[in-house]
């Protein structure tokens, strides 16, 4: 993941607050519904507007419902794909 460790961190806390768990518990290789508990059919549109604020981006909820399926929904790959359209701009 080339995902620097203080942009990891706010990932973290985004999903802290969309979870119960600690950050500590919420690791790259964690499973955003498996492991951290989230249901990406309900929960997915809160989340991407949550990491549009913070990241001040414009995520479309149906675009990462499609990239997360594609690449497996883990908390790294929430992270490059936030990262990626935050270094474009």
């Known amino acids: 993941m080339n995902v620097d ?3 990891f961190s706010q990932v973290q806390d985004l999903l802290e607050t969309m979870t119960v768990l600690s ?3 919420i690791r790259p290789e964690a499973s955003l519904e498996e492991d951290l508990g989230l249901n990406l059919d309900e929960d997915l549109t809160r989340l991407v507007s949550l990491i549009n604020r913070q990241f001040a981006i414009e995520l479309d909820p149906d675009v990462v419902m499609e990239e997360l399926s594609e690449a497996g929904a883990t908390v790294a790959e929430l992270a490059k ?3 990626d359209e935050y270094e474009l701009g």
């Open 23 to 25: 950050r500590q518990e």
């Open 5 to 7: 460790a203080q942009f």
């Open 81 to 83: 794909l936030i990262h």
